[in-house]
């Protein structure tokens, strides 16, 4: 018989680094939405003046 809570740690820990890498590239892509946002505002004021 092989060790099951050696083995349930590690799948735990696979589907916690898939999930942490799904959250960061989310993060990432709302953190270059919120950057676009700002710049085309910041842009946008620029050309009015």
Do not use: P, W
């Not at 349930?8 to 696979?14: C, M, S, W």
């Not at 993060?27 to 676009?36: G, I, K």
Request: glycine share 2%; net charge positive.
């Amino acid at each position: 018989m092989h060790d099951f809570s050696n083995s349930t740690k590690a799948t735990e820990k696979a589907v916690v680094l898939s999930l942490h890498c799904r959250f960061i590239s989310h993060f990432r892509q709302a953190m270059q939405d919120v950057e676009v946002g700002v710049f085309s505002t910041y842009y946008d004021k620029i050309k009015k003046n």
